[in-house]
């Protein structure tokens, strides 16, 4: 009799090789292989061939970077969701989206259940687990790393015994994740977080400074906040970060060194490559410089910084989530134009920007000959920005001829 189906999100690594057959004695169940394309760089049919191999019953395999780059990696960009104000979140926003994907399969395939290869001790379960729960709340939730305590030799035997294929690789001493918007490293030698990160940890970027000693300049060009073309030309999004992320590794650029604060209470250290992300956020907040109002940008900055603890937090898809939304689409309609990027030995730096909406005024800004600016109305205009306190002083704070008394910003001879 045809047993139920379980959907695993399958890498075809060691753990959830060892997964198919372990799910299969522990929970009964046939499992269907699910392997996604975010750009990690992988041959997802060589995967999926290997799936079938290690005995699933069903192998799926997806490339999903166009819309990871559309729906996921750019909103973010445009929302400028940095988590802790470094991170640009590559593994967060993936995480949501293959669950997604998952519970599609899950329901074509009639599986009973979804499975993943996090651990107890990090931020991606809850992302998963979170997604699955909202998206599908009668999907049974299996997590083998959680339960079955397994060493990494524990594990090879396992394989052995099941008949799976190990390949002979070394074990990697940091954990790694990665997709098109960014590479993580964590463990190892890392976990001192005084120890500078070795050479070793590197796989995007060059040594800064070992990068060419000629600087390159690109132009990015953006429509709503978007990303649209890279030095005039027209690209989509995967492709665009596929080419920054080569040209800013070459020139150093995107080494991210962040003691970060984990959901689930603990403090990593996490070493993060994100040429691209380094680079597009650099510029979009340029241009937004040029195109959004004091007002706008000041209040942006606290969007952004919810916006990316929603994300961090795996609360994707959330009702608050499109409130976050609704602002930032608003917030950047105008957000269009280019911006002139400058790589040099591990720095993206934008040296000009430039848009069709800028509110940058030159003949109110310059002090050359064509200024625009009324110089008469500025002293009527301090008269009424300086009077509230003014007033509060003859009142309060010289009532009684003490003076100022600012501890220990006056100093005590200036009584
Ligand atoms: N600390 C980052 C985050 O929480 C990266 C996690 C990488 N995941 C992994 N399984 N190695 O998003």
Redesign the pocket.
């Known amino acids: 009799m045809a047993r139920d189906k379980v959907i695993l999100a399958y890498s075809g690594g060691l753990d959830t090789s060892v997964m198919v057959p372990w799910i299969g004695e522990k929970y009964n169940l046939d499992v269907v292989a699910f392997t996604v394309d975010l750009g990690q760089g992988e041959d997802i049919e060589r995967i999926r061939q290997k799936a079938l191999r290690t005995g699933a019953v069903d192998a799926v395999a997806l490339d999903a970077r166009n819309l990871f780059v559309d729906c996921f990696v750019f909103p973010a960009l445009m929302a400028g969701a940095l988590y802790e104000g470094k991170?640009p979140?590559a593994?967060?926003l993936g995480r949501p989206l293959i669950a997604k994907l998952m519970v599609d399969a899950a329901r074509e395939h009639k599986a009973v259940a979804v499975a993943h290869g996090?651990t107890g001790k990090?931020?991606?379960q809850v992302r998963f687990d979170v997604t699955f729960q909202t998206l599908a709340p009668d999907l049974k939730i299996i997590a083998p790393v959680r339960e079955w305590k397994m060493s990494r030799d524990e594990e090879i035997a396992y394989a052995a015994k099941h008949g799976i294929p190990v390949e002979a690789t070394k074990e990697n001493p940091y954990?790694?994740?990665l997709n098109l918007f960014g590479r993580?490293c964590?463990a190892g030698v890392l976990e001192d977080p005084w120890d500078e990160p070795p050479a070793d940890a590197f796989a995007w970027t060059v040594d800064p400074a070992k990068a060419p000693n000629e600087p390159l300049y690109l132009t990015l060009d953006f429509e709503q906040g978007r990303p649209v073309a890279l030095d005039g030309e027209k690209l989509d999004g995967a492709p665009l970060i596929e080419r920054l992320n080569k040209l800013g590794g070459q020139h150093g650029v995107g080494r991210i060194d962040h003691v970060?604060n984990?959901l689930v209470g603990i403090k990593?250290r996490?070493l993060y490559e994100a040429p691209a992300a380094v680079i597009l956020h650099e510029a979009h907040r340029e241009l937004e410089s040029l195109c959004l109002s004091k007002p706008a940008q000041r209040f942006k900055t606290l969007v952004s910084q919810e916006y990316a603890d929603m994300i961090?937090n795996g609360l994707w898809f959330s009702a608050f989530h499109q409130d976050l939304f609704a602002f930032v689409a608003s917030n950047q309609r105008f957000v269009a134009g280019q911006a002139r990027v400058k790589l040099f030995k591990g720095k993206a730096t934008v040296v000009g920007r430039k848009s069709e909406h800028s509110l940058y005024s030159k003949k109110l800004a310059t002090y050359e000959s064509g200024d625009s600016f009324d110089h008469d109305a500025a002293k009527g205009f301090i008269r009424l920005f300086g009077l509230s306190q003014q007033t509060q002083a003859q009142r309060q704070l010289l009532k009684g001829n003490k003076g100022f008394d600012l501890p220990g910003l006056l100093g005590p001879e200036s009584k």
């Open positions: 991170y979140l593994t967060a996090c990090g931020n991606d954990s790694i994740d993580s964590e970060e984990r990593s996490e961090y």
